[in-house]
T-cell receptor
Framework: DAEITQSPRHKITETGRQVTLACHQTWNHNNMFWYRQDLGHGLRLIHYSYGVQDTNKGEVSDGYSVSRSNTEDLPLTLESAASSQTSVYFC?????????FGPGTRLTVT | AQSVTQLGSHVSVSEGALVLLRCNYSSSVPPYLFWYVQYPNQGLQLLLKYTTGATLVKGINGFEAEFKKSETSFHLTKPSAHMSDAAEYFCAVRGGNFNKFYFGSGTKLNVKP
């Protein structure tokens, strides 16, 4: 069965370190998304991609970057982790009709 | 522009009672509408969706939602709550370019025994 996976599931890092969160989907979807989920804010869009070599900023993109070198993967990089980036991160991919979500990565920045 | 408003960040019902979670949207194009459910420490799972056709949509676990264009609403209902329904529910609308999704802030449903 097609799926979307995220790794690691849990990560603790220190302020100032670079961190990369992986997202891999086997749906063969062109569209992929990164969200963060914080109490009281619901899901906020960080970055999204509509295909290979395409990346776009979402509503909370400062301090984050993505790259899309193939259809399956959209890694999210925190250039210099800050405590404000402690959150749960969800990756998603979509076809014409719905989004499919990964299980999430809980990131703690100390 | 597209946006979603979910009324009530927390809703509490008794087991066996009616569940009603409210969602209003704004959309500049005919909307695709979704309800997702998130159980603790898990990702979001699609509950049901409206794209075109019948305005009353049935989903998994006995949930249904009705698209009311005149009220710009897509409220989620279930006739009889079960303890296993305790979760967070998100309403979403698909954007005008059909590639972006806009989510509400979520409603946590608590089911009392």
């Amino acid at each position: 069965d097609a799926e979307i996976t995220q790794s690691p599931r849990h990560k603790i890092t220190e302020t100032g370190r670079q961190v990369t969160l992986a997202c891999h989907q086997t749906w063969n979807h062109n569209n992929m998304f990164w969200y963060r989920q914080d109490l009281g804010h619901g899901l906020r869009l960080i970055h999204y991609s509509y295909g290979v070599q395409d990346t776009n900023k979402g509503e909370v993109s400062d301090g984050y970057s993505v790259s899309r070198s193939n259809t399956e993967d959209l890694p999210l990089t925190l250039e210099s982790a800050a405590s404000s980036q402690t959150s749960v991160y969800f990756c998603a991919s979509s076809d014409l009709h719905e989004q499919y979500f990964g299980p999430g990565t809980r990131l703690t920045v100390t | 522009a597209q946006s979603v408003t979910q009324l009530g960040s927390h809703v509490s019902v008794s087991e066996g009672a009616l569940v009603l979670l409210r969602c209003n949207y704004s959309s500049s194009v005919p909307p695709y509408l979704f309800w997702y459910v998130q159980y603790p420490n898990q990702g979001l799972q699609l509950l049901l969706k409206y794209t075109t056709g019948a305005t009353l949509v049935k989903g998994i676990n006995g949930f249904e939602a009705e698209f009311k264009k005149s009220e710009t609403s897509f409220h989620l209902t279930k006739p009889s709550a079960h303890m296993s329904d305790a979760a967070e529910y998100f309403c979403a609308v698909r954007g005008g370019n059909f590639n972006k999704f806009y989510f509400g802030s979520g409603t946590k449903l608590n089911v009392k025994p």
